[in-house]
């Protein structure tokens, strides 16, 4: 099993008097003797398996009609105790599952294209990019916009900020997580974005840096047979993969910092008080990334059952 199956633990604690009585009857717990012996003080824990903990249960269910006193008593509260170690293992079992298990599919709603102008804020010249995405989860739509914005690296501190709603990456702790955000995988651009919803919105990338972007949507268009999905129809700004700016090192557009390179003719931008060498939008560029990209998707979507 795996660890949060059988190689899942639990400390199970019991006093010397219960650690006396279980040594006593050595053939039944055989298994535990080296973690039994030796230990000082009255009460103290062992580490046990969730299949140990299940092992011990039984055997002290069959020594319950012959053992004796002082030893019945103790192993009726050793029993206690092994009963409440399994509960609290099982409801962390169940949490667990129920946490990691993706959010029920739906079908997107098909046919339904929405047209976003993207922009990261507090930088000069601008950048932004025009964006056509299918409706498909905020999980797809953070992938889509992460890589014609040119970012490299698929952060997990990400979120968006839509209609008074927040929705962020599966963290372990289910959606009352670090960042208090609803699942981004439970929610479609249509659950959030166009008709009777918002018609803008905010996706953060690197909650440390705080890129902020605004997502303007702009149309609600028909599908086109002849459009790949994600594509971007247009942008100003190079991303940071092809060396321009701004570098994800920068660490956000609010710090203060030196110019670098203050003597290089070349046109840069402004990111606070930082300025990098700017290259020229290029489309194909993104667009190239972005045709990979459903193929990606599917297979990170895997790791989620996988």
């Known amino acids: 099993m795996t660890e949060h199956d059988s190689e899942a633990t639990a400390t ?9 009585t279980l040594l006593a009857f050595d053939p039944y717990f055989r298994t535990l003797h080296d973690r039994l012996v030796g230990l000082e003080g009255n009460v103290r824990g062992i580490v046990v398996t969730t299949a140990e903990l299940a092992d011990l249960a039984a ?4 020594l319950a ?9 103790r192993l009726a509260a050793v029993r206690r105790r092994v009963d409440a170690c399994r ?12 946490a990691t298990a993706p959010p029920p599919p739906r079908e997107p709603i098909p046919g339904l294209v929405f047209q976003f102008r993207v922009t990261l804020l507090g930088v000069d010249p601008p950048v932004w990019r025009t964006l056509l995405v299918e409706d498909d989860d ?20 990400h979120r968006f900020d839509v209609g008074g709603r927040c929705f ?28 009777g919803k918002a018609a803008a919105g905010a996706w953060v990338y690197d909650l440390t840096a705080d890129w902020r972007h605004e997502l303007l949507l702009e149309a609600v268009v028909p599908w086109d047979f002849d459009i790949d999905y994600p594509t971007c129809l247009g942008g100003e700004g190079a991303c940071p993969r092809e060396g321009a700016c701004p570098p994800e090192t920068a660490g956000g557009p609010g710090l203060d910092r030196p110019v670098l390179d203050e003597d290089e003719p070349l046109p840069a931008i402004a990111v606070g008080d930082l300025a990098v060498e700017r290259q020229a939008f290029d489309p194909a560029a993104v667009n190239s990334r972005l045709t990979d990209l459903p193929g990606q998707v599917y297979r990170w979507r895997q790791g989620w059952i996988g």
């Open 12 to 20: 199970l604690a019991l006093t010397a008097r219960q650690r006396e």
């Open 59 to 62: 055997d002290l269910e069959d």
């Open 65 to 73: 009609d012959v053992a004796r006193a002082p030893h019945a008593r």
């Open 87 to 98: 509960e609290r293992r099982q409801k962390t079992d169940n949490w667990f599952a129920a």
């Open 138 to 157: 905020l999980y797809a739509f953070h992938h889509a916009i992460r890589t014609a914005m040119g970012w490299t690296q698929d952060v997990e501190r």
């Open 168 to 195: 962020g990456p599966w963290t372990g702790y289910g959606n009352d997580g670090p960042h208090g955000c609803e699942d981004e995988r439970a929610a479609y651009v249509s659950d959030v974005f166009g008709d």
